[in-house]
């Protein structure tokens, strides 16, 4: 058995631990480096993790934390099916089912157990957002009413590695229900190769230091950081608070979609609770129950975190959530979630603003908050190529510090596409306009972050345009009196005219159409007329600042 | 007839490093004293001053310094603007759009070196293919130049366009513009500096290489000046982050190229006496009071790499592939929020330095473990020009000790297993992270404390052999010395290996010309003009290239099979498998043209003849225990000599540490190899 903790040294602490999260890191670099589509290599939409036998995170590397948190409720929904004392060497899982803990489709993980002296040591784990993994648009269907119109579902399915996985039943099942087979190909072996390797280096980790001290480093990581957690959750007044936020439109009725949620904080832990928030809906704004789990954890984390707490899966053991079957943050089968992003992004601002109150010092005013991601597809006749860019907006200002400048959103983590990278792998289509967005900030003591404006020519006829985002009517009020930053909109420049599209679509694009993407500014923290008349000036001088939103933040102004 | 001499300097964060060897490789000085952080050059003549050698016996005097990475670091570089194509002003700013943190709420990104008022946008485009879009108009190009030169503050201008790594023309019609406007401004292209795809990549290495640009230079004239006033009158070589030298002249125009060029020196000395021992397949560890280097050498060559990043910033130019930790003699030990026990980055440099250095540091360092551990005194240390103060070290480390919950003597093996670690997984990074098996390679320790700590690493990465070689503590000195003169060339030319091309290799011969041509206005009069090609090459629709070395005999008509080959090879090393069935792509052509021994080659002979004494017998505490140990001057050790472990050497500039179990041995070459027994 391992030995108590209390026996454990400092320095082996220190060195297991290092080792896991390095374990993570080079499998973020090996999948980065060996992967196909732009979506992983360039933009990084990605997670890795190391795991304890028992599913939590223990060693993590720094891309997107929506899909890192996603590790656990992924591992449950396997491994409910799949019992753990039956794993065996060589084994791995493959996994997207929404509804069996994944994520949306595109989300594909990769679980693999690692075994030393005959047990089960751990895992290593990584998810992929797949370009297109078919279903009834290219990349995402914004017309989707069920699950199946949004591509293939993979429920946890057991693969050998020691064989050819290649050529597999599912994999050839996958393949030949996806877009860009070559792609997906490309992308799975990246994903193997980087776990396999990482596999490598946590048996090593274990044949080193025994399998007994490893676990026992495990669990006092674990423990450490779950009592920091505690600690920080218990210097906050116990009580339920209450917080909401809307989706602007659901799709369907062209109703706003509201998620509700009251926090109850008691005995050091969080109870998160959805019973009020609205019913699911037939379109892809819904939250799967892994999506929401995943969220929380990120919210909780970002918010009470801190600098000094170790990140890993004991800051979750204080936090349990409640979500009723049925809705919008844990939909039945088969509802639709491809743009779960933007309703995760309400869930994060509706905790926020429950704990704004008494956490003001540590949380920004609302920023944009709304994944913006278009995608452009071609078909040629013999094959498709889809082009996916995810553009970020701006942060909210804080109650000491201005908000980012066009930086990402604290759920998602995702880099841009360079516009080199994007011409030279996508002849249709030129990027003609790529910046910050003077004024978009929302004006206060601290500004609220710029959002970004994009601009896509398309060179070809016959191009596909697909696309979601949110708050393009209206964005929230800083705290305060922080005033908000601007709305993101999708337009389409035809023929020196300007049409404004949804804020989910899909459309048709021609030769000489540009289209535009503005994503929208962060809010303001604090009065505007506060603001210190120095870091004004050096706004307006740098032109991030121009007319009349200079005179709103003079002394004297309304 | 004076002595014709050759000078290495290299000035480090802690210490600045001096040797001084005959025309034929004999040393004559070697030096080490404490940086003058600010005034580097006048270190650099102080510490030549001291050495007491006569600048007008000097021939060649080849440095090395921080001074590049410096100006990054503490932003204290020229007033820099940037021309951008129309459209794209946010390049810098807006840079990948993501985060390093995540989770935290207040995390910003690393500020650019210049702000946004100092960007200019023209009205022109390239298309990925190289054809010119829309011309650059002369007056829009005039306008935007003037207009950054209106306050009269700009003294260098960056300029990057989009895809002018295929097609430059934009850019040099644009430097012509700005030599016309403003003749003493700094002119840096994108296309000459890093003519690759990524525009953000590519404009921050730009905008780092003007931005260092008029520093660099300033300070190689100060320095050139104030040599030839002391008397010199030889060749002044500069040392370059690819690990070769170029001279003054040359290194000015491309200062970028030594942005990294701090730890070189000591890899390529590391590199070609662990080679000079029979060990050409060798990881170097350089472990000064700042920080440590790692690099793997295979074949008796450093590993190169294209990125890595400064200040936040991505900066992408050929480079010795260093991994830096953290972690050095002067790394403070410190307790977190978690309670965890952890050692660096911060460090307490050369002011105030280690509690036991007496500088008025109080807090405890790796070397105040050291220190308490005993293998460290007073008497041996930098010579004994120095006294070490035990004392201060056992008060420094104490109230952490406490707040740990361990003895004084436990936390100090604590910190050094710590500071072990950090090391050790720099050396996993250079090796086991790139396929490579540590165990397979000799560990060649120097720097201040790189000898004290490397067998407890070896131990524990399963490595059986150590190399400690002549001059440890002041190898990046020695190692200037041996470099050569090198110069690295890159070309982005997007090429498809497909079989019917056969010409997929002639860009070489253009670059290979182009090396032959600057090699002969260097100032050597030795050396084989050598040139080693490779490719940068990935599967269709990857994003990141492998680097594959191409056999010389390969060029220039090699067809696409054999290239193939090349690249699934290194692919399957590198991530276990290769694709058959994908298309293969070659993004860039690099050539490195060096002249091939004109560094000096290093004189092993010699050494003091006879017998080793038993050295003098000290306790020390090991593990928690006090153990006797024997304590050897290095210079009383003979070729031959052997010394069991637990045994320290002291040398003039550094201190071996023999833990027990281990033997060291000093081989025909002066080099100390220890293994366990």
């Known amino acids: 058995m391992t030995p108590p903790s209390s026996q454990l040294d400092p320095v082996t602490l220190n060195i297991v631990g290092r080792t896991l999260d390095a374990i993570a890191e080079e499998m973020g670099v090996n999948l980065v480096r060996g992967a196909f589509s732009p979506l992983i290599r360039e933009t990084r939409d990605i997670s890795m993790a190391v795991l304890s036998p028992r599913g939590e995170i223990v060693g993590m590397a720094q891309y997107v934390p929506i899909l890192l948190n996603a590790m656990g409720p992924a591992f449950e929904g396997w491994s409910a099916e799949y019992p753990l004392e039956a794993l065996e060497p060589g084994e791995v899982i493959v996994m997207n089912d929404p509804f069996r803990g994944g994520q949306h489709l595109n989300d594909v993980f990769l679980f693999v157990p690692v075994f030393v002296e005959g047990i089960l040591g751990g895992f290593v784990a990584n998810v992929a957002h797949h370009t297109d993994l078919g279903g009834g648009a290219p990349s995402g269907n914004a017309d989707a009413t069920e699950v199946f119109q949004e591509g293939i579902v993979i429920p946890p399915m057991k693969l050998d590695v020691r064989e050819r996985w290649e050529t597999t039943p599912l994999v050839r099942m996958m393949l030949a229900n996806v877009r860009m087979p070559e792609t997906t190909l490309g992308d799975l072996r990246a994903q193997f190769a980087a776990s396999r390797i990482a596999a490598a280096r946590l048996g090593a980790l274990f044949a080193k230091y025994g399998a007994a001290v490893v676990h026992c480093c495990m669990d006092e990581l674990l423990a450490r950081s779950e009592r920091l957690m505690r600690e920080a959750i218990g210097r906050l007044p116990e009580g339920t608070y209450r917080g909401e936020a809307s989706l602007e439109d659901d799709g369907a009725a062209g109703k706003p979609l509201t998620v509700r949620v009251a926090l109850t904080i008691a005995d050091g832990d969080i109870v998160v609770d959805f019973s009020d928030t609205d019913p699911q809906i037939r379109t892809f704004s819904n939250s799967t129950l892994g999506s929401t789990v995943s969220t929380v954890h990120t919210t909780i984390l970002s918010v009470l975190g801190g600098a000094d707490i170790p990140k890993n899966g004991g800051c979750f053991r204080p936090v349990r959530i409640v979500a009723p079957l049925g809705t919008a943050a844990n939909p039945r089968r088969p509802a639709p979630s491809r743009a779960r992003t933007n309703i995760c992004y309400r869930i994060f601002d509706a905790i926020v603003a429950a704990l704004m109150p008494v956490a003001v010092d540590r949380i920004p005013s609302p920023g944009f908050n709304s994944q913006t991601a278009i995608s452009l597809s071609r078909y040629d006749g013999g094959r498709w190529r889809v082009f996916h860019d995810i553009i970020t907006g701006g942060n909210g200002a804080r109650e000491c510090a201005d908000g980012a400048d066009g930086m990402t959103l604290p759920l998602t983590n995702s880099l841009n596409t360079p516009i080199e990278a994007a011409e030279l792998e996508f002849d249709f289509l030129r990027i003609v306009r790529y910046g910050l967005r003077p004024d978009s900030g929302g004006a206060g003591t601290f500004r609220g972050g710029l959002g970004i404006e994009r601009v896509y020519e398309v060179l070809e006829d016959g191009i596909r345009m697909f696309g979601y985002s949110d708050r393009h009517l209206e964005v929230p009020p800083g705290f305060h009196g922080g005033l908000p930053g601007a709305t993101g909109r999708f337009a389409v420049e035809r023929d020196g005219r300007i049409t404004r599209l949804s804020a989910r679509v899909n459309t048709l694009l021609g030769k000489g159409d540009r289209l535009i993407v503005w994503t929208g500014g962060g809010s303001g923290f604090g009065l505007p007329t506060a603001r210190d008349g120095e870091r004004l000036e050096r706004d307006v001088r740098n032109g991030l600042i121009t007319g009349e939103l200079v005179q709103s933040h003079r002394p004297g102004a309304v | ?677």
């Not at chain 2, 946008?121 to 879009?133: C, H, K, Q, Y």
């Not at chain 2, 000898?451 to 190898?475: F, K, N, S």
């Not at chain 2, 060029?555 to 699934?568: L, T």
């Not at chain 2, 993004?587 to 004494?613: C, F, K």
């Open chain 2, 1 to 677: 007839m004076a002595a014709r001499l050759r000078v290495g300097v290299e000035i480090g964060g802690t210490f600045t490093d001096l040797i001084v060897v005959d025309d034929r490789g004999r040393l004559v000085k070697a030096h080490k004293v404490f940086s003058t952080p600010g005034a580097m050059a006048s270190g650099a003549l102080q510490a030549l001053a001291e050495s007491g050698v006569s600048l007008g016996d000097v021939e060649i005097v080849v440095h090395g310094s921080t001074v590049a990475t410096n100006t990054v670091l503490e932003r204290r570089g020229a007033e820099t603007a940037l021309i951008v194509t129309e459209g794209f002003r946010d390049v810098l700013t807006i840079q990948r759009q993501s985060k390093d943190r995540l989770f935290d709420l207040t995390y910003t990104k690393p500020e650019p070196l210049l702000p946004r008022r100092r960007i200019a946008e023209v009205a022109e485009r390239v298309a990925g293919d190289g054809r010119v879009l829309r011309p650059l108009s002369e007056d829009d190009a005039r306008r935007a130049v003037a207009a950054l030169l209106e306050d009269g503050r700009v003294e260098s201008i960056a300029v990057c366009l989009l895809h002018a790594y295929q097609n430059p023309e934009h850019e040099l019609r644009l430097s012509a513009v700005i030599r016309a406007l403003a003749p003493g401004v700094f002119v840096t292209l994108s296309s000459e500096v890093l003519p690759e795809f990524r525009e953000y990549e590519r404009a921050s290495t730009t905008v780092i290489s003007a931005y260092v640009k008029p520093v660099v230079a300033q300070y190689l004239e100060t320095l050139e000046v104030r040599l030839r006033e002391a008397g010199f009158a030889g060749t002044l070589l500069v040392m370059q982050s690819n690990g070769g030298v170029l001279p003054i002249e040359s290194a000015r125009e491309q200062a970028v190229r030594m942005v990294l060029s701090g730890p070189a020196g000591g890899v390529t000395g590391a590199a070609t006496l662990a080679a000079a021992s029979g060990f050409p397949d060798a990881v170097t560890l350089d472990m000064g009071g700042t920080s440590t280097d790692v690099c793997l050498v295979n074949g008796g060559k450093a590993a190169y790499t294209a990125e890595t990043k400064i200040g936040g910033l991505p900066l992408r130019t050929p480079m010795v592939d260093i991994v830096t930790v953290g972690a050095g003699g002067g790394s403070i030990a410190w307790q977190d929020g978690g309670g965890f026990l952890r050692v660096g980055p911060r460090s307490a440099g050369a002011n105030p330095g280690p509690a036991c250095y007496g500088r008025g540091g109080t807090e405890p360092t790796v070397t105040d473990a050291q220190a308490v551990l005993g293998l460290i005194r007073s008497g041996a240390f930098l010579g004994g020009r120095f006294v070490l103060d035990r004392e201060r070290s056992w008060a420094a480390l104490g109230p952490l000790a406490q707040a740990v919950g361990l003895t004084v003597p436990a936390l100090a093996d604590g910190i050094v297993k710590i500071a072990n670690a950090h090391m050790a997984r720099a050396i996993e990074l250079v090796s086991t992270a790139k396929g490579k098996d540590p165990r397979d390679y000799a560990l060649v320790a120097f720097g201040g404390a790189g000898p004290l700590h490397a067998a407890a690493m070896a131990e524990e990465l399963g490595i059986r052999r150590v190399l400690v070689p002549p001059h440890a503590g002041v190898l990046s000195a020695y190692g200037l010395l041996m470099a050569d003169l090198r110069r690295d060339y890159v070309m982005t030319r997007v090429a498809p290996v497909s079989v019917e091309r056969k010409d997929l290799l002639h860009p070489f011969v253009q670059m290979i010309r182009r090396g032959e041509q600057d090699a002969a206005s260097y100032p050597a009069d030795g050396g084989r003009f050598v040139v080693e090609c490779a490719l940068d090459m990935r599967y269709e629709g990857q994003g990141y290239e492998l680097t594959v070395p191409i056999a010389a005999e390969l060029i220039p008509d090699a067809g696409a099979a054999e290239i193939r080959q090349c690249f699934e090879d290194a692919h399957r090393l590198r991530y276990g498998y290769a694709a058959p069935e994908k298309g293969i792509v070659i993004m860039s052509y690099r050539a490195a043209a060096s002249l091939r021994g004109s560094g000096m080659a290093p004189e092993l002979s010699g050494g003091p003849a006879g017998r080793s004494g038993p050295g003098e017998e000290a306790p020390i505490l090991v593990g928690g225990r006090e153990l006797p140990a024997r304590f050897h001057a290095r210079g009383a050790l003979p070729g031959g000599a052997r010394v069991d472990g637990p045994a320290v050497i002291e040398d003039l500039t550094t201190t071996i540490w023999v833990p027990p179990g281990w033997r060291a041995e000093v081989n025909a070459q002066q080099t100390i190899v220890m293994e366990p027994r």
